[in-house]
């Protein structure tokens, strides 16, 4: 938990400057046997030479690079590579300050030690936290190589330049390897001259924003990339899950495995008892390979009590969030402006609609899995996860350990989207090990993954607009409950609102609009159903990915009302002034960059052009999820409708964002194609329900993600900008959806309020 305290320590102090802040006391930069070395001093030792600290061993490994003897830069990644090329991405900052050789630099995932600081990659925060810090610390890096690759050359360092992993002065020039083998580097900066360190001006940047080859690809596409599926130990056994009927509250009743025990491999089935209540009524068939635990497991019988919670359904969720909205004393009011009530009590007529989503799966490539095994008297866990430093404390609970007794291993991931924020799964493989003796690989199957899942919950939402006798908006009430993923396993994170009760950020991202519609209220509510039935899970851009269905959808339908255009309703209303005029760093602009990329997407897409029978256009905006850090993203759908079977044809998207500074061009591209279609699988393909308790769909028979012959023509623009680099892994997602429902609604005149959109949904509208 001490990690915990420090994390909300500098999580709170980052928040309130809005800016990623660098911490510690400064760094060392010297050359110890493994090469140049950049790394923070240790506590209360001073630093007489920065060489002979690093040499001795007395410093705090830094989460930097390393300049090797050979000229590799080897530049250490904190954060999880699960397809999202992060690791490309911010050796590239590195490098560009550093005016390192793109050739020469090489990526390293780090393991879980303490000394690499807090570990979680999510909430497309990966760029934007580390970009100034890392850019320094290039920055820093490139000074020293400059001062002492002057004094190697007989010049004074004003007269060098570096370029391409050289210090270079006039027709001469030194390697970075020569001078890191040289090994008289003794450098070290304090803090202050370190947040002083002047970077480059965008202009002089060389990698960032430019093509070159992304680091990660090769390993994958020749295969000796490793994931979490491919870790290996001498010894170990293989494990397979005997998942209860629900989530919570289950317990073994009984166990007979006497068929199974005529399987070769087959060795026992262990009862897990965890004290950390992350598993409650597993157990685990051990085998001696994956088939004969698979086997084995077709054939024992468990006896399970079930939790209180076996006959839940989505529909008893859903009418619990109707409830819960209809009762103005619950939740949290995360905005309440003056003038609310008066707006509507004044107003002459109100628009009120509620809007609806299913239960959605992650379904990444990779079912979760993890090996753990006891070694040395440390425990190992090997897997790929997304937030190690928010499992660590529960895997501690459940094996009785002290934190700083675990280390995490990471691996690849094969698709995270989310999932593996919560590290979960790893507890009963490591509960296995334990009670076993041995190393256990835990390897979950697709339906054991999905019944275990975090699902993204279903929500309800109700929107309500005040409007006068001209159409003027007066004011507007938003009002979602769902599930709260954060309140289920990161209750620190969760701030207050205006009434003092505290809410789920994740859960209403994106609801805080820039839109200049009046007095607005905001209120947040947490359906403790869904939370008691499953554990309610961060899925790519989680509670904007509903939030937004519900607003966009309900600002077309303001825009209907009052017979104006979709695009210049919302026009006319990003108006920058006030809450909405933006701040530096993040959000400079503000509403103004929203309606910059709205005119844009107007621009390049077919927009108030003629369409062909039941064919229609349909836009959303937003600004992707937190205020502090917007993306600004517009979209413009073209769907065509098939009135006679209901079936929906998504026949083009046309993106257009603004994430300030592009880092990794072709991985913004990648990141923003591939979140876009995943908000139209979930629009149009994905989706599941609660039935007693449990994820109705459990395998890709039923569970039907958007497939290849489904994929629309994409056309993505970026704006050009040299703003604060923020995140791109989800805007995308949250506007695709309403974009395709106000499509729909223009090339057939049926307003949907419910996602997925299933045919059958279509057809009863259009007979209604």
Not at 56 to 84: H, K, L, S
Not at 424 to 452: H, I, N
Not at 683 to 688: D, I, N, Q, S
Not at 717 to 739: Q, R
Request: some cysteine; aromatic content about 6%; proline content about 4%.
């Amino acid at each position: 938990m001490r990690k915990f305290a420090k994390y909300l320590a500098n999580s709170a102090a980052e928040q309130a400057s809005d800016t990623p802040r660098l911490s510690r006391r400064g760094f060392l930069i010297g050359a110890a046997g493994a090469g140049l070395t950049m790394a923070f001093a240790s506590s209360g030792i001073p630093v007489a030479s920065a060489a002979k600290s690093i040499s001795e061993g007395a410093f705090e490994p830094t989460i930097w690079f390393q300049v090797r003897p050979d000229g590799r830069v080897v530049v250490n990644i904190v954060e999880a590579e699960m397809g999202q090329h992060v690791g490309t991405a911010l050796a590239r900052i590195v490098a560009d300050e550093l005016e390192a050789d793109w050739n020469d630099v090489e990526l390293h995932y780090v393991d879980s030690d303490p000394k690499w600081g807090l570990m979680v990659t999510g909430g497309s925060w990966s760029v934007w936290e580390n970009f100034d810090k890392l850019s320094r610390a290039g920055a820093a890096g490139r000074t020293a190589l400059i001062e002492e690759g002057a004094k190697l050359m007989g010049v004074s360092a004003g007269q060098c330049q570096a370029r391409g992993s050289q210090v270079i002065a006039g027709d001469r020039a030194i390697s970075y390897a020569d001078i890191v083998r040289d090994g008289n580097i003794d450098r070290s900066f304090s803090e202050e001259e370190l947040k002083a360190m002047p970077i480059k001006p965008p202009q002089e940047r060389r990698l960032i924003g430019e093509e070159s080859k992304a680091l990660d690809i090769p390993d994958k596409t020749d295969g000796s990339a490793l994931y979490g599926l491919d870790a290996t130990v001498d010894g170990m056994a293989y494990g397979r899950a005997l998942v209860p009927p629900t989530r919570y509250g289950s317990s073994v009743k009984s166990v007979d495995d006497s068929e199974a025990k005529s399987i070769p491999g087959y060795q026992q089935t262990l009862v897990l008892d965890d004290a950390s209540g992350t598993v409650p009524g597993w157990a685990v068939v051990i085998a001696d390979s994956v088939h004969a635990a698979n086997a084995a497991a077709k054939v024992i019988k468990v006896d399970w009590a079930a939790g209180k919670t076996a006959d839940v359904t989505e529909q008893k969720i859903l009418d619990e969030g109707r409830r819960l909205i209809a009762d103005d004393s619950t939740g949290a009011l995360v905005v309440n402006e003056d003038g609310v009530d008066n707006a509507f009590s004044s107003a002459d007529s109100v628009l009120e609609q509620e809007y609806v989503t299913h239960s959605v799966l992650h379904f990444q490539l990779e079912p979760v899995n993890a090996l753990a095994f006891q070694k040395d008297g440390r425990w190992e866990i090997h897997t790929g996860n997304q937030w190690q430093s928010l499992i660590l404390p529960t895997l501690a609970k459940a094996l009785g350990e002290k934190e700083e007794n675990i280390v995490m291993r990471t691996y690849l991931l094969g698709g995270g989207f989310g999932r593996r924020l919560n590290g979960d799964y790893c507890v009963p493989a490591a509960l296995a090990a334990k009670q076993l003796g041995k190393p256990v690989k835990l390897m979950l199957t697709r339906e054991d993954d999905s019944r275990f899942d975090s699902i993204r919950s279903p929500s309800v939402q109700k929107l309500r607009m005040a409007f006068d006798s001209d159409g003027q908006v007066l004011g507007m009430e938003h009002h979602a409950t769902a599930g709260w993923p954060t309140k289920a396993m990161a209750p620190f994170f969760m701030p207050k609102g205006e009434n003092g009760e505290k809410f789920d950020p994740f859960s209403i991202h994106g609801a805080a609009h820039w839109y200049s519609l009046g007095a607005h209220r905001l209120r947040a509510i947490s359906n403790e159903l869904a939370s008691d039935t499953f554990r309610p899970g961060w899925l790519r851009s989680v509670g904007s990915g509903w939030v937004n269905w519900a607003l966009e959808s309900f600002i077309d339908e303001a825009a209907q009302k009052t017979g104006e255009d979709a695009i210049e309703f919302r026009l006319s209303r990003l108006k920058a002034e006030g809450k909405n005029a933006g701040s530096a760093p993040n959000s400079v602009g503000g509403a103004n960059r929203q309606a910059t990329v709205l005119k844009r997407v107007r621009e390049i897409s077919d927009w108030g052009k003629d369409m062909p029978a039941d064919t229609g256009l349909g836009v959303a905006t937003t600004y992707g999820q937190e205020r502090n850090m917007p993306t600004w993203t517009a979209c413009v759908a073209r769907v065509h409708v098939n009135r006679d079977s209901g079936k929906v044809t998504l026949q083009k998207l046309t993106l257009v964002t603004d994430a300030g500074t592009i880092v990794h061009p072709d991985g913004a591209l990648a990141q923003v194609e591939g979140a876009a279609l995943w908000g139209a699988s979930m629009a149009l393909h994905e989706g599941t329900q609660i039935e007693q308790g449990e994820v109705r769909d459990t395998n890709l028979n039923t569970y039907t993600p958007m497939r290849m012959r489904d994929v629309p023509e994409i056309q993505a623009e970026f704006i050009k900008s040299t703003e604060t680099a923020v995140g791109l892994g989800e805007p995308a997602t949250t506007v695709v959806g309403p974009a395709i429902g106000n499509a729909i609604f223009a090339a057939v005149g049926v307003r949907m309020r419910t996602i997925p959109i299933r045919p059958e949904d279509i057809q009863a509208a259009l007979k209604a």
